[in-house]
């Protein structure tokens, strides 16, 4: 069964897009079947990916709230060898009107469960804030990876969404997990990221990545050329970065396996 991951955080301007966009090219790379679903309304991820969101012939707007087939949605072209269900400005309609259906939660979720087998890799990009696409990402999702940075102020939002978490687990989704917390524009000559790197550390143990995601300057032109950085520029830390993140993931998913 293939695992679906949410890449969250209530505060904006961490890198979740560029990993959610990264992270799954990079285990598309590895020969594993992925899908990128881009909840954001402003479509970045689906941009990253090579696909125009204003040329799009169908977001997550149509799955989510016309319960249009999965077939029908998805974009199977990107730069990124991945599947994508797109997202553009038409997704905010859809945070409205889910609202008004049954089960506003569990749209996300039961939209995937004929199509869950086919991919090794759900990615989730959600958007920076507590919405009814959070939401549905949450209750879809087997776990959460947290994207921050190594600042005071990301400190504090880490502690908010894990409370967003701990909720969440309690009405919608009794099985969410933390998948990892992930490092990101990480600068070792800083001092204050070194601290909270390690506070990190000491609260959270082996949920904390050991791959670390660098500032690089390539992660940031990538999404300009409509690519993960690893197709923009494979030699740049940041690609190498994004991969040494995806050989851990699978590490980790396949211990899961030997001990479930």
Do not use: W
Not at 30 to 56: C, E, F, W
Not at 152 to 180: F, H, K, R
């Amino acid at each position: 069964m293939g695992k679906i991951i949410a890449v969250a955080n209530q505060k904006g301007g961490v890198g979740k897009t560029t990993t959610a966009v990264n992270l799954a090219a990079s285990l598309a790379a590895t020969k594993r079947q992925v899908l990128l679903i881009d909840l954001d309304p402003q479509g970045n991820a689906t941009m990253g990916s090579g696909i125009d969101k204003y040329d799009v012939h169908a977001t997550c707007y149509e799955l989510l709230i016309e319960e249009t087939p999965f077939e029908q949605v998805v974009c199977k072209e990107t730069t990124g060898i991945y599947h994508l269900i797109a997202a553009n400005t038409d997704v905010t309609a859809a945070e409205i009107k889910l609202m008004e259906v049954y089960a506003r939660e569990q749209r996300l979720k039961n939209a995937l469960a004929p199509v869950r087998n086919n991919y090794d890799f759900i990615i989730i990009d959600c958007p920076p804030s507590l919405n009814m696409l959070t939401v549905n990402a949450m209750t879809a999702a087997d776990s959460v990876l947290v994207p921050m940075q190594c600042e005071y102020y990301a400190l504090e939002g880490l502690t908010a969404l894990m409370d967003t978490i701990s909720q969440l687990q309690s009405v919608v989704n009794g099985d969410l997990e933390i998948e990892g917390i992930l490092r990101t524009m990480y600068d070792p000559r800083n001092r204050l990221a070194n601290d909270v790197s390690e506070q990190l550390k000491r609260h959270f143990g082996d949920k904390v990545y050991r791959t670390v995601i660098p500032r690089n300057v390539r992660l940031a032109e990538a999404p300009s050329f409509g690519a993960p950085a690893m197709y923009y520029d494979k030699s740049s830390t940041g690609a190498k970065a994004y991969l040494a993140l995806a050989g851990e993931m699978i590490r980790k998913k396949q211990q899961q396996k030997q001990a479930s």
